[in-house]
């Protein structure tokens, strides 16, 4: 870094002293904090988006959120050309410049950093980073603060994207680096586009039943809301309904509302009550790259049926797979176009299509049974979207999702397209003999544009959940009879170290302290579909059990029984 690019940066860090006695760590999540103390951290990464962008020779995001976390929280993450997540070789380097005691050590730092990773600042290459931030007060202060953060680096320009869900802007990163047209109004374009073609091409069949026919969207009271509320513009044949949207009167953001709030405590959001009794629900998060879905099954309980991650996974699942046997039932007939772009020697078979399912250990073990019957392939991956995302860009076709609802459906580059030259060749085809086999190769097409395939994406997942209901003919309840889930208990073991638990396939095993998966092993076998796993928090010193059987009394007795091995292994301090 040159002198003079040096004092610039020294100089706008000055403006932003670090908050005294905080350490900041960077997770999936990104940096996480109150609002009124971020200041500084959001500022540093933006140098750091900026930096990336520059060795990436890539438009790179920063996004300003904290989810499904109060109001008065703020937080801030970076999207790396692909639209995922930062990637995790520079989370340590995140960590270090956030908790750099003042401007010299931060600068010093960001020079270090440069030269060990070969960074041109200021040659003929221009970084672009896209910035936005969701309805947060914070929000505007902080994208000030990213904002320099981005202009401090020679060479780099920040783009204002305005407020957006966390997903879009993932989704215009993206898009602009696969030279994609990337706008607010190119996503509801899209998405509204893959919705008519999916719409256009289901059979004729019954309606959902009385008085379900749209959905009723619980929007948190947060940004998601605001966003359906432009996407309802540009769709056709899908009614949604939007509650909680933040208007004045409706609550706070996350208060009582959204994805979190209802998968963790399965009762009713704000806003909800007995009039919607076997109404079909959804509630997205915060910054709306969470969905769930419920219903009320009566007007005395507050309680509701929750349709979570699991389910959500399993209905993409089905549809995907009823595509896939549409192509291959056809396929084998010799004068298939199918078989004669195989035939092909510059095409690379790619029509054996490889569908995978990945789960965590948390997945409730009734889904991935019940996916298993379906003949579908199951992986698990470590707890974390990061991983969840890796293992599903393996498969041709990799679904993820977790139980809070976070998840998304990836398509390979290769596989689409083979798609795309295979609707030439069925379109071209005199014949309606392959239909069917086309409408489904139509399908797959329009699900690629449809989901959001750089992350989780509420909006997006909610339309193609309504489009497979209108498509199967299926009303929330016969959704959720696909499987029961077995009752599980969650609990947290306070350690003095939590290192001192080390744990292997994908931390379903323990390996470190001896004898302690031995234990766990003779306790499940107690149970009727007993399952069991122990793993340490990344964010604390705590372990965490997880415990499922075939009722709530054995699983609540079965999670007891670990925590107590694992008081016994790793040492007694409480358990919560």
């Not at 931030?133 to 505007?140: F, K």
Request: charged share 20%; proline share 3%; with cysteine.
């Amino acid at each position: 870094m040159e002198e003079a690019d040096r004092e610039v940066l020294l100089q706008a860090a000055s403006l932003f002293p670090p908050p005294p006695g905080i350490r900041f760590a960077y997770g999936t999540a990104g940096f996480r904090y109150n609002g009124l103390l971020l200041s500084s951290t959001v500022f540093r990464v933006g140098v750091l988006a900026a930096l990336r962008s520059l060795k990436t020779r890539s438009v790179t995001g920063l996004m300003i959120t904290a989810s499904h976390n109060p109001a008065s929280d703020n937080g801030v993450k970076v999207a790396d050309p692909g639209g995922g997540m930062l990637t995790q070789e520079w989370e340590p380097f995140a960590d270090a410049i956030a908790n750099a005691v003042n401007a010299e050590n931060f600068v010093q730092l960001i020079d270090e950093f440069i030269k060990k990773q070969g960074i041109l600042c200021g040659d003929t290459y221009s970084g672009v980073v896209l910035v936005a931030r969701d309805t947060r007060p914070s929000g505007e202060e902080l994208l000030s603060a990213a904002i320099q953060g981005i202009g401090a680096v020679k060479g780099v320009m920040a783009v204002d994207m305005g407020i957006l869900t966390t997903p879009q802007l993932h989704w215009m990163v993206r898009s602009r680096n696969k030279g994609m047209p990337a706008t607010e109004s190119d996503y509801y374009m899209q998405l509204s586009s893959s919705v008519k073609i999916l719409m256009s091409a289901r059979p004729k069949v019954q309606k959902l039943g009385p008085h379900i026919e749209g959905v009723v969207v619980d929007g948190a009271n947060g940004v998601g809301a605001k966003k359906l509320y432009t996407l309802q513009q540009f769709l056709e044949g899908i009614e949604v309904n939007i509650r909680n949207s933040g208007r004045e009167g409706e609550g706070g953001l996350n208060d009582s509302v959204g994805a979190d709030f209802v998968q963790k405590e399965k009762i009713t959001p704000s806003g909800f009550g007995g009039d919607d009794v076997g109404k079909r629900c959804a509630s997205l998060d915060g910054d709306a790259d969470r969905l769930v879905y419920f219903y009320i099954s009566s007007p005395e309980k507050k309680g509701v049926e929750l349709i979570d991650g699991d389910k959500i996974l399993t209905l993409f699942a089905i549809f995907i797979k009823q595509q896939l046997d549409s192509i291959y039932n056809q396929e084998k007939m010799e004068s298939s176009p199918a078989v004669r772009l195989a035939q092909n020697p510059s095409n690379e078979e790619c029509h054996s299509i490889a569908l995978g399912i990945v789960q965590t250990a948390y997945a409730n073990g009734a889904s991935t049974r019940y996916l298993r019957e379906l003949g579908l392939e199951i992986v698990f991956t470590s707890t974390g979207v990061k991983y969840l995302h890796e293992k599903a860009t393996e498969y041709d076709i990799g679904i993820y999702f977790e139980a809070n609802g976070h998840g998304t459906i990836l398509f390979s580059e290769k596989l689409l397209l083979w798609l795309k030259a295979f609707n030439e060749e069925l379109s071209s085809a005199s014949t309606g003999l392959f239909d069917k086999q086309r409408r489904a190769v139509q399908r797959l097409l329009a699900i690629s544009s449809l989901i959001n395939q750089a992350v989780g994406d509420a909006l997006s997942g909610l339309l193609l959940v309504e489009v497979i209901l209108h498509y199967m003919g299926w009303s929330i309840q016969t959704w959720n009879t696909l499987y029961q889930d077995l009752p599980s208990r969650q609990l947290k073991v306070k350690v003095a170290d939590r290192t001192s638990i080390v744990t292997t396939d994908a931390e379903t095993r323990v390996v470190r302290p001896l004898g302690l998966q031995e234990a766990i092993d003779s306790e499940v076998v107690k149970y009727s579909m007993g399952r069991a796993f122990v793993r340490p928090s990344g964010t604390e010193d705590v372990v965490r059990v997880y415990a499922e059987a075939l009722t709530q009394e054995e699983a609540d007795s079965l999670g007891q029984a670990i925590a107590m091995h694992v008081r016994q292994f790793v040492g007694l301090e409480s358990s919560m």
